[in-house]
């Protein structure tokens, strides 16, 4: 991601039943999210509609415990014909904002869908 100053796409706290048995947050959990703010984000590059195709690469670093807020961040990295590769960060803020850490990072890949939900082109600019 850029190092320019970003805003989260999404900002999140979880709640008690997305723990699991190990007292952490749930990785599916944490998936969804990501995959909600990188929606977000191909939406507003395609100007529409968009659908995940694929995760490229995925990356847990360090758990997310109850009581975390949660920021989001993602960034169109790559357009193609129809598709955009998003890179996606997210960052468990602690202890009141004391901590931040780097939990988890991905690259997402989206799909811009016409009215029929077909694959259609992406404006390249």
Do not use: C
Not at 62 to 68: F, G, Y
């Amino acid at each position: 991601m850029s190092d320019k100053y970003r805003e989260p796409m999404l900002r999140v706290v979880p709640g008690p039943t997305d723990i699991n048995a190990n007292g952490h947050i749930f990785g599916g959990w944490v998936l969804s999210q990501m995959d909600i703010a990188g929606g977000i984000a191909a939406s507003r590059r395609a100007q529409g509609a968009v659908a995940t195709v694929a995760i490229e690469r995925m990356e847990f670093i360090t758990p997310i415990h109850l009581r975390d807020v949660i920021s989001v961040y993602a960034e169109v990295e790559r357009v193609g014909r129809t598709s955009m590769g998003v890179r996606i960060e997210v960052v468990a803020s602690r202890d009141r904002g004391a901590t931040e850490l780097k939990v988890t990072e991905g690259v997402f890949t989206f799909v811009a869908l016409d009215e029929n939900h077909r694959p259609r082109a992406v404006d390249p600019a």
